[in-house]
């Protein structure tokens, strides 16, 4: 394995003549941290945001120097809304939405145009029929890489198995093919990844199985179904006697791959060794590469910020896989742990403990997620929780799932009751792979950016211009909306605004 690591410390600060531009929205009167939001994308010139504030439903619309074109209130929405999802264009959006009445479930959508007003009346895509104790948020929506094809699934329980039916539309929501499909399903040691679909119309996900509920994966399917079948068809991997971590599918739609990824372990209890990576080749059906890549002592000695480089790797989660067009990606993995006064840190509960990867929460596995559900954290001073957002390892990987080169992005983050403003954000432009987050400087944070070339070299850019202190940034909520656009949402005033970044 190739293993040129390059360190920060040895890097210099970047020179560059440019700097990012960020605009400021004015947040209203209603935005306050109680604030659910979505950030939609750009349409046409505008830039759109859904708001939902105690059930008051609103897309609100931005111009280039964000200020607000128009608020649309949602008063065809019912109060009792469980779930809205949206799919969008350059010229109009979908909005996908869920809702129940009686005991009748309903998925609708509607389509708005660039200033969040109605192009079409509500249609029905489907109605589940529920007793008064089951589940009500059930469906779940996900969409191609070129938006062509709108998969809409639910998952319902049924005599210890799970019953999926599919739904999948083109991008007129015209219905192409609809599946019932029940499958085995243990609760205690069944896990699925999120779900897909591909360019397509094929649907795919992952299944792993563990020997109990606080373990790591044993066994390991991939997934599949084509757009008109009727049945799921398993393809099952050699694990070699290894054990995963989460699994992070991605889809290679230019050249035709599912890619697998996932921090590996040689014991059940042990430390992480390094990378499990597969690659399945859609049009033949098989497995072209399958690696367990053991990360050295180079990476630990810098990924680690304490202790002693076999436990370096034990507390990063893989983050992004970031695709290449050769058939390589790249894929970031983030430190973090966090403190309980009365409760210690457990990887095995946040991995697979309610409600982060729990196989009744549906919506944590869909692949799309840029929503932020409003409200102070809870305080209580006998379980207060410190969070800690430490290094990124940033890998290079060829086709075959071998390092090519491997990076650190050094950042060191914690707070008390809230991760809102931890984590990062990645933007992509001009070949260059911007890393967003706070620093925190004199006990207030502040928004940098590292960049990472395809080379692996890092850059220190200059502060951004504007950079109004009096807003707090939430980078992990931002959205890249164009080539060289960034909608990252703030608190200013304990109100909520939304910060355009602009790249040249």
Known sequence: MKNIFIILGFLLIGQTSFSQQITYSQPESQDTRAL???????????FLIYKNIRNKYAICSYDNSMNLVNRVDLQFMPDNTLNVDFVTYPDFSWLIYQYQKKNTLHCDAVKINEEGKLLSDPIELDTTHINFFADNKIYSTIYSEDRSKIMIYKIQRKNG???????????????????RIPTNFDDRKDLFSDFYVDNEGNFVFTKGNKSSTKDFIQDLSLITKKPDDNDFILNQFDLSGNYLDAIKLKIDNLNKHYIINSLYYEKKRGNVEGIYTAVWDVENKNIITQVFQVLGDTVRSVAKTNGNNKLALNNYFIRDVILKKDGGFILTAEDF???????????????????????YNYYMYSPYSYGYYGGYPFYNSRGQNRYYYNNILVLNMDKTGR????????KSQYDDETDNFLSYQIMLNGGQMHFLFNSLERRNFLLVDHSVSGSGKITINPPFRTLDRGYQFMPRYGKQVSASQIIIPCIYRNYIAFAKIEFP
Do not use: C, M
């Not at 403190?339 to 409600?355: E, T």
């Open 36 to 46: 659910n939001f979505e950030i939609i994308g750009k349409i046409h010139d505008n």
């Open 161 to 179: 198995n799970f019953n999926f039916t599919t739904l999948l539309f083109n991008d007129s929501l015209q219905l192409l093919h609809k599946s």
């Open 337 to 359: 742990y966090s403190q309980s006064r009365y409760s210690p840190w457990n990887r095995y509960d946040y991995l697979y403990g309610y409600p982060s990867f729990s196989p």
């Open 403 to 410: 390092t090519d080169w491997a990076t650190i992005v050094n």
